[in-house]
């Protein structure tokens, strides 16, 4: 377990250190991303290590319905982490949407992982994520949030995170383990326009779906 901690020391460190020394880490330019990086890669592999290696006890188990919040909380979780680089709506409403990303990510995995070694890895990760948070709030004042985009995207983001982790699972039958492959879904997506009526956004929707799937399996669309 010790090589587990040591792993999330080093991983907070390496991730503070910019925000806790700033002057420091100026001064060191390239090298000191070097040394962050290796910190970085130095840690991961401590983590890894110690979580295989700990001699663990079940802390808790929850009920079977936290499966199913723990597939939200992914796709959630997953959403945040990559939504910063679309230009909708969510983006403006939340300060640190990949830090959040990484809480809700954390959480998901608490629940389903009861365990000593789970608690400490993601239990210390989702700690992380809001000291530094709470950190970068101190040191860089309030938030101007970026441009406003539109909700298209940001649903569009959503559909294509949801299209992959749903293709990503195989369906096997309960009873025999016969494999049937995987599922795929396709998106329509369609956003309101100030006047249109609800049958106006649904038709939309809908066009842009069948346009996703003559373009193939596993597509979405975003109407204009």
Known sequence: ?????????????????????????????????????????????????????????????????????????????????????????????????????VTLWAAAHLLVNGDTAAVVLFGGLGLWALLEMEVINQAEGPWTPPERGSYAKDAMMLADDMSKRIAAREVRAKSSGTSFGHMTVSVGVAEYVKGEGAAKVVDRADSALYRAKRDGRNRNFAAE
């Open 1 to 101: 377990m010790i090589w587990l901690i040591l792993g999330l020391v080093i991983w907070s460190a390496a991730h503070l250190f910019k925000r806790v020394a700033p002057r420091q880490r100026e001064a060191l330019g390239n090298k000191g991303r070097a040394l962050v990086a290796l910190l970085v890669l130095i840690s991961l592999g401590l983590m890894i290590m110690g979580y295989r290696a700990a001699e663990t006890d079940f802390l808790y188990a929850l009920p079977g319905w936290t499966w199913h919040a723990n597939n939200a909380l992914m796709l959630a979780a997953l959403f945040l982490m990559d939504i910063g680089r679309v230009k909708g709506v969510v983006r403006t409403k939340i300060r640190h949407p990949m830090l959040w990303g």
